[in-house]
């Protein structure tokens, strides 16, 4: 016991951090906190007049990590053969594109007097929609302009991302982006803040956050360059000189844990601290993502996460938000794809329509996992949010079609769940239809945890056995994951992440197989919804849809 | 006082029989009953095994008939100056297509020992849906042989007529078909039994059943020809022998009142009693449907009855139900069209997806009532029961499209209600186009009644001010009328039925006008709405339709 070696993973949600210690030579877990955000309705400050408005507090950040970290160790020590001096670095993940405007010290404005209650001076929350105009732009002009900026990110520049909100501060807050020396991002100020150097200059960005949503790549040198972005603004131009030209996998380390945060938290000083990234794609990782493996975080809304190797080409998907190297494993380009709505979608029918509370999803899954594929009729599109991938367009929105007069509740959830797996396999094959192979899936996250009717349908429907991951916090365990790493073999800890996921991650012994004669039934209302989706989804689609309805009543004949 | 007149309306429901005695001279009610019948559900004899199955037994029909006019009689006594013997005729309505087996005295085989129990020797209700595959081969033996017969009614014949039940009865129960001589409509058999002639050779037929649902029609000499028949089945060829040559208008006297249902019932005996009709037809004519006017019957379902004037050219509507010389005016083609479901559209919202109960309509109204046109982004198909007109199919399903992760269910059924809105304004415009003009609409029925928002949504749909008919038991009212038009000006009555309407409808005071501003937005979203109609109603359509969910988008944001 006296050989074990920790390391710990912060993971930044959208309304909580969590600490976890996780055993490097397992990937067990030793102990696990988690301190809410303080401000706003639940850390997220709105403004009661534009509903597309999310900031939080960076105070909040300080403060839950202080928080969580104490709490974890005070747990920790109750473990036997468990002592602080045992962890061996340090992993960070975050929500983002959360953009932080800072002063020339890398100072959070919002952590300044003058700025503290100006929530344009505030981290600009991944889910904050309010710059969707200056998106808008940036797509239009890039399509002219630099078309290989927009073949990385989907064809579609989103409003969550890094200039979008930049550009919209610059318009509605002009002396909140006067006083903004620089942005970083949420991943990379954490690590900055733990190693004691937040200069905006030097600190290492994190190239998952660059290249997914700051049009960064190492093909055309880094961030867009000067002349498109004073096209946007002029100021936009200037402020990328005070940005950085490079980003960083996390097998790189952004520092040594300071004096000062050591004392702070309780961990030891000195230990490495990997360059951040993303909670998705360290979730990935942790689910044992790979070549040929894809990881599905399963919540409201999905991340599809895979790699896929370097062959010298560039990879372009059209459709797929983010291809970029090393954001995911380093040395491998890593995807990201996903849906902008499934959980959602459900919570979305029982608290608006069935007007019912979270006790009604139980009753209505009982209900619809007594029904058989195609029994009901029904057909919906799981647009409710916008289509992420492979559309990416935030203006589509949901479609049910099929209902009679006998038409039930339970028959609308299951057709919503179906939905949002057909949309899930029109995911997975536009990535087998551009070489990406997906042999394998593993699921996380609180779907693939808690609900085991939508696991089968999205087995049934995918035709594909689904895994589900062992560890219940891979996000924070990917971060304990990249903290092994950049502690190395030396320490402890590993080579590189491949060694580390063989090691930390694995599956449950349950998994979820399809059931034949449901996948025949689902290949049928699939090659409807495939339809459906490009009919409403995709310009130029022509097609006579006046069997539609009448297929699926075939279909029901057959099923009922 | 001496000298009111009074005339008795007979109206035939689904579930009840009323009995309405009306002031010949205004059309004032003077005294009404209603007799619910007695057997299976609410008179509605179904089948375990097959939800398609509704009968009804005549047994039914007889007592109530005693029960409501007895009791309606009873009532107007206590009314000053009034006289069983001032009721100077008899009209009929009931639902159709009824059909009745009958032996060769024309009893029906249900009022027979040996038959009493078997639901095949019942009257076969309206909604009665077994014979459908003998109503889609009669459709594909009529197109392919005899067009005209289909052109009349829309292009399809439907399980719920009178044909495809008489051969689905030859299919089931043989037995039963042997044993009918003839089989009569319902509104065809109770003036029958008034008049005390039943003999199935000489009854007088109503136009309104054989017209709209027995493929009758003068131009090719009746029913239709034994040859096309015997390509169903030679019984059916045989049986045409032992049906009817001519049939009638309602200001034909089908007999008068004989002495024995003057005793049961308690009217004068020799009174005359007009050829029936189905109810609809009668609400319109009660309604004042004439040239230019549209009487729209607004319930569970809707019936649209208008006329035209006879121009020598035989008048063809594509998807519209029925057109037939004489079935609402005598010396007008009778046009009726409708929709498969309106109110049954938002019972089932209320009742299956929001699984509440009849009070939550009012709730929903008051909260869609709330909100502008357009404001909630949706777009909804009234398909839920098919589609009556103008696309004359059942197998049609509804559609909602335009949901977001913050539709509520008010905003969906506003979306519901406008769907049928736009139904309604399809139909009006299909008869447009064929040259009926609709200068005037009446509405009658439950929802013209009882719910002003959806009124008002209707004028604001369809850009026409919305007249409601004066009178509640509009149905009832135009049995009266036609029992006036029978008893004629020297009895007190009328010389026709236009001269009774003039005096005997009206409508109320309060009408629905449009909003210029609503229906602006209105005649966009409609354009939308027409375009989801025939890509998913019209084969053969072919549209780019991924523009439908961000044009909503766009009505959406100028809307809130």
New interface residues.
């Given amino acids: 016991m006296a050989s074990e070696r920790y390391t710990i993973g912060l993971d930044f949600g959208t309304n909580s951090v969590r600490a976890l210690i996780a055993n490097v030579a397992t990937g067990e877990e030793v102990a696990t906190a988690v301190a809410d955000y303080q401000r706003g309705e639940a850390g997220v400050i709105g403004d009661p007049n534009n509903p597309h408005v999310a900031r939080q507090h960076p105070a909040d950040y300080h403060e839950g990590l202080v928080a969580c970290v104490r709490e974890a160790l005070a747990k920790a020590a109750s473990v036997p053969g468990f002592a602080p001096e045992q962890v061996i670095g340090v992993g960070v993940d975050t929500t983002g594109s959360t953009p932080i405007p800072v002063d020339a010290a890398g100072t959070p404005l919002a952590l300044k007097p003058e700025f503290a209650d100006n929530p344009d001076a505030m981290a600009w929350l991944w889910k904050d929609h309010s710059s969707m105009a200056e998106a808008e732009r940036i797509t239009e002009l890039a399509a002219e302009h630099r078309p290989q900026y927009l073949a990385k990110s989907g064809g579609t520049y989103s409003s969550e991302w890094f200039w979008s909100k930049i550009w919209h501060c610059r318009n509605v807050a002009p002396e909140v982006f006067a006083a903004a020396h620089s942005w970083v991002e949420f991943c990379d100020y954490i690590p900055a803040v733990l190693v004691g150097d937040t200069n905006p200059a030097t600190l290492k960005r994190s190239v998952c956050a660059a290249g997914h949503k700051a049009m960064y790549c190492e093909e055309w040198g880094g961030l867009p360059d000067a002349e498109f972005l004073a096209l946007l603004d002029p100021q936009l131009a200037d402020l990328r000189g005070r940005l950085y030209r490079q980003a960083h996998a996390s097998d790189v380390c952004a520092g040594r844990l300071c004096p000062e945060w050591a004392e702070k938290t309780g961990l030891p000083a000195g230990i490495p601290v990997a360059v951040g990234a993303f909670d998705a794609h360290y979730g990935g990782v942790a689910s044992g993502v790979g070549v040929g493996t894809l990881v599905k975080i399963l919540g409201t809304s999905t991340c599809d996460i895979t790699v896929a190797a370097k062959t010298g080409e560039p990879l372009d998907i059209p459709g797929v938000c983010g291809i970029v190297d090393g954001s995911v494993l380093p040395g491998y380009y890593g995807i990201e794809a996903g849906q902008s709505?499934v959980g959602?979608?459900f919570?979305?029918f029982v608290s608006?329509?069935?007007?019912g509370d979270a006790s009604l999803h139980e009753v209505l899954t009982a209900k619809a996992a007594a029904l058989k594929p195609g029994q009901s009729?029904l057909l919906a599109l799981d647009?409710?949010?916008g289509n992420r991938t492979i559309l990416v367009d935030a203006?589509?929105?949901?479609?049910?079609?099929?209902?009679?007069?006998?038409?039930?509740?339970a028959e609308?959830y299951r057709a919503l769940i179906e939905a949002t797996a057909f949309g899930a396999l029109t995911i997975h094959n536009r990535l087998r239809e551009y070489g990406v192979p997906i042999e394998r899936i593993v699921c996380c996250g609180g779907i693939a945890e808690k609900n085991p009717f939508f696991m089968q349908v999205y087995a049934d429907v995918t035709g594909q056995e689904l895994f589900v991951s062992r560890a219940v916090q891979t996000c924070a365990l990917g971060s304990c994951i990249f903290g092994a790493v950049v502690a190395g073999p030396e320490a402890g800890g590993y080579a590189d992440a491949e060694s580390a996921q063989a090691a930390m991650t694995g599956v449950k012994p349950v998994s979820y197989k399809p059931n034949p004669a449901a996948h025949a039934v689902y290949a049928e209302l699939y090659a409807l919804y495939k339809r459906l989706h490009d009919?409403?989804?995709?310009?130029?689609?022509?097609?006579?849809?006046?069997?539609?309805?009448?297929r699926?009543?075939d279909i029901k004949q057959r099923a009922g």
């Fill in positions: 709505a959602d979608i919570n979305w608006e329509v069935c007007e009729g647009w409710n949010n203006r589509l929105t949901g479609l049910l079609l099929g209902q009679t007069l006998h038409t039930s509740r609308i009919s409403f989804g995709v310009a130029g689609t022509r097609d006579d849809l006046s069997d539609v309805m009448k699926l009543l």
